[in-house]
Structure formats: C-alpha cells, structure tokens
C-alpha cells in the first residue's frame, strides 16, 4: 500500500511538471514577424525546452472550446462582437526545478510587442503534494511498525502454544540426544512455510485491489499512462520478494524468540 501511495504521488508530481509553462501575452495589434522573432529569441535561452506560438484566432477557438458547455459565456463572446484575446507565446522548460531560473531570463527579456506576462510559478503545489504523499507514508509507516508488533506476538504466541503441545515429544528428543538445531528447526521451518502462504494470500487479494483503483487513476490522469498493475507486474519479483523475505524474517525471529524461551531444560 505504500508503494502503491508513492507510485501515485510520484504520477501526480510528473504530471504536474508535465503541465508547467509560463506564457508572455503579446499586444493584440503585434506584427506576427516580430512575434516569430521573439519566439525564435526566447527560444535560444537555457532551460527551455519548447515555446509555441498562439495567435488570436487560435486562443480564440481554445477558448471557445473550453467553456463549449457554458452557453452564458459564449452568448456574451458573440454580443462582444469581437475577439477580445490576446497572441500569446507558451513557453515549456526542460525541467521543472529550473522554473525560477528561467523566469528571471524571461523577466530580463524587454520588447515593444509584450503586454504583460503570467509566470505562475507551479512549485506550491508540487510542494503540497510531496508533503502530503510524505504525510501518508509517514502514517503508512507508523501503521506498518504497528502491524508488525502485532504479528511478532502472534507468532510468539502461537509459537508458545505449538512447543507446549508437543512438550512431551520434545522433553524425548532432549532424552535421546537431540541438538537445539534439531529441536528448533520444524518450528522454524513452519514460520517460512506460513510465511510463503501468507504471502501468496497478499498477491491474491492484492491484485484485485489494484484492479479496482486503476479506472479511478485513467479517470483522474487524463492523458497520462499511469498503470499501477503494470508497475507491479513489471517490478513483480522485487516488490514481492522483499516484502516475501521481511515477512520470512519477522516468523523466523518471533519463532526462534519463543522456541529458544519455551523449550529450555
């Protein structure tokens, strides 16, 4: 669950970086070579990684595009009886950490065609959503360390029960000889086996999971490839080995701990 919350926040970081660019809205009587030749200029500066020119009849069809559902806005476009945009140049950076620079090259940029800029910098919100991917992992974490505890006393238990019903046969084998190891090794062995059970129940039930979230993500990343089941099957043996050797770990330690306690003498 915490990768699944760590590839989730990382789709939406990228996402958002994806989407960053500032633009430089041009005065609406701009000459269009002149306007090619402020793109061209910007274009040549560090950081930048695209810059696309919109003319007004272009943010125009953008605009009525985008409130294609709001007739009030149309209707009032129409009794305007002109269009009221502006040309604009789009600017995209080569990456998003290099956003402030690459405002300051821009703001240094002086032209007669330029009518105002709109530099949003996108930073407070990669910054939110960092903090809150890092405050559920936290949580996650917290809740992990929690569940472990809970299953260390689990098998310590269930461990203490299992020596005291075969108390008989191991006060036998301590009789004839037997070694620690030998004693230990069939409760040791039993915390691997339901270990692997266990883990093979995670992936069974896991999976479903996974299968039911991922409409929701299609639906919310619009236009991104952002597949949690492929992830997990591309990384199957890693994220399941691993977490297949901690749940091993955790049996073996809580078995040996009470075997070692309860089988003295």
Not at 42 to 71: C, H, M, R, W
Not at 124 to 132: F, M, P, Q, R, T
Request: glycine share 6%.
């Amino acid at each position: 669950m915490l990768l699944v919350v760590k590839v989730i926040g990382a789709a939406a970081v990228g996402a958002v970086k994806d989407k960053i660019d500032v633009s430089i809205y041009l005065k609406p009587d701009a000459d269009e070579k002149a306007s090619l030749a402020l793109k061209s200029e910007i274009s040549n500066l560090n950081g930048v990684k695209d810059v696309q020119y919109v003319s007004k009849d272009q943010a125009l069809e953008t605009f009525k595009s985008q409130y294609n559902d709001n007739p009030e806005v149309l209707q009032a476009l129409r009794e305007l009886g002109k269009n009221p945009l502006t040309p604009a140049l789009v600017i995209s950076p080569t990456n998003a950490d290099m956003l402030d620079g690459l405002i300051d090259e821009l703001n240094q940029i002086q032209s007669d065609i330029i009518d105002s800029r709109d530099f949003t910098n996108h930073k407070a919100l990669l910054d939110k959503i960092n903090s809150v991917t890092g405050k559920v992992t936290e949580a996650g974490l917290l809740l992990a360390i929690i569940f472990i505890f809970i299953t260390v006393m689990v098998v310590f238990n269930s461990a203490r029960v299992a020596i005291y019903t075969h108390n008989m046969e191991i006060s036998i084998m301590r009789l004839v000889g037997a070694s620690n190891a030998f004693i230990y090794m069939p409760f040791l062995f039993s915390g691997l086996l339901y270990a692997l059970i266990g883990e093979i129940f995670i992936i069974l039930l896991f999976y479903p999971f996974l299968s039911l979230l991922q409409p929701y993500l299609e639906a919310f990343f619009v236009g991104y490839n952002i597949n949690v089941v492929t992830y997990f099957n591309e990384h199957f043996l890693l994220i399941f080995g691993l977490q297949f050797a901690g749940i091993a770990l955790i049996n073996i330690v809580a078995d040996w701990w009470a075997v070692r306690r309860y089988t003295r003498g």
